[in-house]
Structure formats: structure tokens, C-alpha cells
T-cell receptor
Framework: AQTVTQSQPEMSVQEAETVTLSCTYD???????LFWYKQPPSRQMILVIR??????QNATENRFSVNFQKAAKSFSLKISDSQLGDAAMYFC??????????????FGKGTLLTVNP | NAGVTQTPKFQVLKTGQSMTLQCAQD?????MYWYRQDPGMGLRLIYY???????DKGEVPNGYNVSRLNKREFSLRLESAAPSQTSVYFC????????????FGPGTRLLVL
């Protein structure tokens, strides 16, 4: 079984500054994937970034990067040079990487990010 | 390339009515999923389908049925809607191989009175 915990229900950041969203997880799987999804007011779930647990190197996508601490089971998202369009709900999620047929995502409860001009 | 599409976008039902939510994907994915999103709860899996002709229950299947009509389409049916089924419903699909990344439809907002 997997659990994902986001301990910050809400965060705010000034435009152009950097913010870090926290996520911790627990899993019995030896290999798994971790994701951050963004959900703007339109409700569309948009993939921001993914991390493969067997890779030690932290994933980056433009202004978005993660700090993946496998031993601590921590997977935080850093947004640099925050923009107004980054305002959204952010969900951390995990799935196992192999075995069986159900690769369901286990989601945290989300962090609502506000970007102040 | 539309990705994952869902219909309808919004629906109001009375308690006891039935309806089917439709989902289709054009990415040739084997796996498809139905989630519901409630305030403060994140997304929870209702049903999934690993391939055409197979379906299985997720965390919250009670009150729902699904049909994997073909590789592209995966529908969710509420036989007798209840106010507790008021939610936003998301369909997703993923490939079996590689990163297992799920791609989501735009969601269906359902209100049961």
C-alpha cells in the first residue's frame, strides 16, 4: 500500500520568487514513480514533473525541479521565478513501477499555491 | 490529437436517476482509470481497466459500474445517483510500459440533488 502526505494545505509566494512544496510518501514497493500534478481553476490535471525512484538524479523541467530524498521518503517541488500562471492546486502522487496490472495513482490532498503580484 | 476526452462537462441529477459518464482516449493506451475528486480528499480511484475487456475495483467502487467498450473507451455508470456521489470525476489513461504517467481528461462535474 502507498500513502502520500502533503502537510501544507496552502502556500503563497511573491511573483519572481522561489517556493518549495513538501511531500512525503510511504510505500512497500521497491521501484516506483513519483509525480507532481498541477490543477488550475480550469480543473484540468496537468503533469508538472515525474521522478523515477531508481534514478538518484533529481528531475527538472524548466523552472520546476524536485528534491528527491529516497531514504527520507521525501519528494518536494521547487518552483523558481514564480509566475502568476503557477497559481493552482498542486498534487503529489505515486505509483508502483512494476508487477500486476493496477498502476493507480495514490494522491496527496493537495497544496493550494497563491502567487502574489 | 485530443488526448483524453470526457462527456458531459457538467450534469445535474436528481436522487435515484441514472447516467453514464463517457471517456475516450486516442493515445493507444491499454490502461484506463476513473477517479473522483472531493474537497480536501485528493483524487480517489473508483475503477480501472488494464486492458480491453477487463475491469477491476478501486478504493471507492460502491454505487458505480464501468464498461471498457473497446481500447479507446471506458464509461462509468451511476445506476441510482445519491447526493454522496456529488463530485468531480476524472478519467485517465496510461501506457503499461515506461513511466506509467497518467494523462487526464478535463473532468465531469456532477451534482446530485
Amino acid at each position: 500500500a502507498q500513502t502520500v502526505t502533503q502537510s501544507q494545505p496552502e502556500m503563497s509566494v511573491q511573483e519572481a520568487e522561489t517556493v518549495t512544496l513538501s511531500c512525503t510518501y510511504d510505500t512497500s514497493e521497491s521501484d516506483y514513480y513519483l509525480f507532481w500534478y498541477k490543477q488550475p481553476p480550469s480543473r484540468q490535471m496537468i503533469l508538472v514533473i515525474r521522478q523515477e525512484a531508481y534514478k538518484q538524479q533529481n528531475a527538472t523541467e524548466n523552472r520546476f525541479s524536485v528534491n528527491f530524498q529516497k531514504a527520507a521518503k521525501s519528494f518536494s517541488l521547487k518552483i523558481s521565478d514564480s509566475q502568476l500562471g503557477d497559481a493552482a492546486m498542486y498534487f503529489c502522487a505515486s505509483t508502483r513501477a512494476r508487477g500486476g496490472s493496477n498502476y493507480k495513482l495514490t494522491f496527496g490532498k493537495g497544496t493550494l499555491l497563491t502567487v502574489n503580484p | 490529437n485530443a488526448g483524453v476526452t470526457q462527456t458531459p462537462k457538467f450534469q445535474v441529477l436528481k436522487t435515484g436517476q441514472s447516467m453514464t459518464l463517457q471517456c475516450a482516449q486516442d493515445m493507444n493506451h491499454n490502461s484506463m482509470y476513473w477517479y473522483r475528486q472531493d474537497p480536501g480528499m485528493g483524487l480517489r480511484l473508483i475503477y480501472y481497466s488494464a486492458s480491453e475487456g477487463t475491469t477491476d475495483k478501486g478504493e471507492v467502487p460502491n454505487g458505480y459500474n464501468v464498461s471498457r467498450l473497446n481500447k479507446r473507451e471506458f464509461s462509468l455508470r451511476l445506476e441510482s445517483a445519491a447526493p454522496s456521489q456529488t463530485s468531480v470525476y476524472f478519467c485517465a489513461s496510461s501506457a503499461d510500459r515506461g513511466t506509467k504517467t497518467q494523462y487526464f481528461g478535463p473532468g465531469t462535474r456532477l451534482l446530485v440533488l
